[in-house]
């Protein structure tokens, strides 16, 4: 059975076709050092065989931080090393593990960075901080973090890396020509309307520092709501790029953080969010009233309802464009999912709130090839991870 095959991304051997997508652990000091919780998190994870773990991303500098306060680091060497009792544990459970590198760029908060700075000084509709506009040297430096922390994750064990550039986070924001409206040379390209340079800086650094034998991935984005969106040439244009530049794999989702929901998809628990998100809670009872009776409808006509597979179409596109091993996530729950969409000629299928859900899953569904996730798409894990708690599942505490 393809899914349970075993292949290679770089030379990196996966004893099967199903990733665990990065998923943010809420399991750090604010600093960005792993936790305990960390730790038995990967190594729940890694005992359940899946073909290959991503970690949630960590910020390659300290004003790169997300808005959470438990997200991991890669900012210095110390900090870095600290990850290879992960990565020992890990492959102690035969399992392998990328770590997923970020910059947030203008998706962020002041209270988190010294200052919020992005592609240009163009602010989120979500965090709102206006951001300052980096300047060539400073772009360089993120460069050169990003290199940095490609090659300290190599150090402490892991197995290769993935470049951060979908959901709005800061290669994503050069890339967009309603964001990036810079005239110097990490600017929009006039053939293609995107903003490749930053990109291909940040992949060529990383081969410079870590060698051609390191497997490197990307995650982008196939697609983004409003203004933000690629027409279908754009996107077909960032396709044939990426085959010029040196990735191993890509792994494809949709959207930005300015509507969160429409990468993941479902359930809409709108009273948690009241209580829990940081732009929405301790407004009180008036204001969460008429937050629901005004803006919640506006809210939930840009949100995209929840269908199994719901982004293969962008995996298919780069599918007719581009030879790289391909991961498809959004939407498989099950064996006959994801077997539909390697019969389709995708690579691998990432999932994210079934590992929350059954961080064994991988093992259930070898065991029963009609299993199918528990997980319910509630969503709650999800806008929890605004809480300062750990990431889990708040439906099925039993596995």
């Not at 937050?291 to 949100?303: F, G, M």
Request: include cysteine; charged fraction near 25%.
């Amino acid at each position: 059975m393809k899914a349970f095959e075993e292949s290679y991304i770089g030379n990196c051997r996966l004893t099967n076709r199903i990733v665990r997508s990065a998923t943010y652990e809420g399991a750090c000091s604010p600093d960005g050092i792993p936790g305990n919780d960390y730790f038995k998190m990967y190594s729940e994870l890694s005992a359940g065989k899946p073909g290959l773990i991503i970690t949630g991303f960590v910020h390659v500098a300290p004003d790169g931080k997300a808005m959470q306060n438990a997200q991991g680091g890669f900012d210095n060497h110390e900090k870095a090393m600290l990850y290879k009792k992960i990565t020992d544990e890990v492959h102690r459970n035969g399992s392998k593990i990328f770590i997923q590198l970020a910059h947030t760029g203008r998706q962020t908060i002041n209270e988190r960075v010294q200052k919020v700075r992005g592609a240009s000084s163009k602010a989120s509709p979500y965090f709102k901080s206006k951001p300052e506009t980096l300047s060539t040297s400073e772009i360089k430096e993120i460069i050169n973090q990003f290199a940095q922390s490609a090659k300290w994750a190599k150090e402490a064990g892991f197995d290769g890396v993935q470049v951060h550039a979908a959901h709005g986070y800061l290669i994503h924001q050069f890339l967009l020509p309603a964001i990036n409206n810079r005239k110097d040379i990490f600017g929009i390209d006039e053939k293609t309307r995107l903003g490749t340079a930053f990109l291909q800086s940040v992949i060529e650094k990383i081969r410079i520092d870590c060698g051609d034998d390191f497997p490197v991935i990307l995650k982008i984005s196939g697609s983004a709501d409003g203004k933000l969106a690629f027409s279908e040439q754009q996107y077909i244009h960032l396709i044939q790029f990426i085959n010029t530049i040196n990735v191993d794999a890509l792994e494809i989702s949709y959207g930005t953080m300015d509507v969160a929901l429409n990468i993941i998809r479902g359930d809409i628990p709108l009273d948690l969010i009241l209580k829990i998100n940081p732009f929405y809670k301790g407004h009180g009872k008036i204001y969460n009233t008429l937050w629901k009776v005004l803006a919640a409808p506006v809210i939930k006509r840009q949100i995209k309802s929840f269908s199994s597979k719901y982004n293969i179409k962008y995996a298919l596109i780069a599918r007719e464009h581009t030879k790289l091993p391909i991961i498809s996530v959004g939407g498989y729950r099950n064996l006959d999912d994801i077997n539909e969409a390697i019969n389709a000629g995708i690579d691998y299928v990432s999932m994210c709130r079934p590992f929350i859900c059954e961080p064994d899953i991988v093992k259930k569904i070898q065991e029963n090839l009609h299993y199918k996730s528990k997980c319910i798409n509630c969503n709650f894990c999800s806008v929890m991870c605004d809480s300062g708690k750990i990431t889990k599942c708040y439906k099925f505490k039993n596995k």
